[in-house]
C-alpha cells in the first residue's frame, strides 16, 4: 500500500499567516474538503484551533491543518496565497480535482 503524500504550503501561503498573525492568535490555516459546492465536493479554507488528528504543516511557527477525512482528497496538492485584481486569497492547486467551478473552491474527482 503507497502511503498518501500530504499537501504542500508555499512559502507565500505560510508568509500571509505571518502578515495576519494567525499563530500569535493560536491559530491555523484549517484546509478541509466537504460534500457539496457546484461540482460536488468544495473546499472549506478558515482560521481555526489544530484538532488532535490533523496533519499539521508547519514553517516559521505558522501552521497549516488537514483534518483525517480531507487528507486523501488533497493528496498532492499545493496549498498557496494569491493576490489578483478580483482579490486576495488562499487557493489549491489539486492534482485529484477531474473539473473545477469557475468559485474556484468547488471541484470534482
Given at each position: 500500500m503507497q502511503l498518501a503524500l500530504p499537501p504542500k504550503v508555499t512559502d507565500r501561503a505560510f508568509a500571509r499567516l505571518a502578515e495576519i498573525g494567525a499563530?500569535?492568535?493560536g491559530n491555523a490555516l484549517r484546509v478541509a474538503?466537504?460534500?457539496g459546492g457546484c461540482s460536488g465536493f468544495q473546499?472549506?479554507?478558515k482560521l481555526d484551533t489544530p484538532?488532535?488528528?490533523d496533519l499539521v504543516l508547519e514553517q516559521g511557527g505558522e501552521k497549516v491543518v488537514v483534518d483525517s477525512v480531507s487528507l486523501p482528497f488533497l493528496?498532492?496538492?499545493v496549498i498557496d496565497f494569491t493576490e489578483e485584481l478580483i482579490g486576495a486569497r488562499f487557493v489549491i492547486d489539486n492534482p485529484n480535482a477531474t473539473?473545477?467551478?469557475g468559485?474556484?473552491?468547488s471541484?470534482?474527482?
Open positions: 499563530a500569535e492568535e474538503v466537504e460534500g473546499y472549506e479554507i484538532a488532535e488528528d493528496e498532492n496538492a473539473s473545477s467551478c468559485c474556484g473552491t471541484f470534482s474527482m
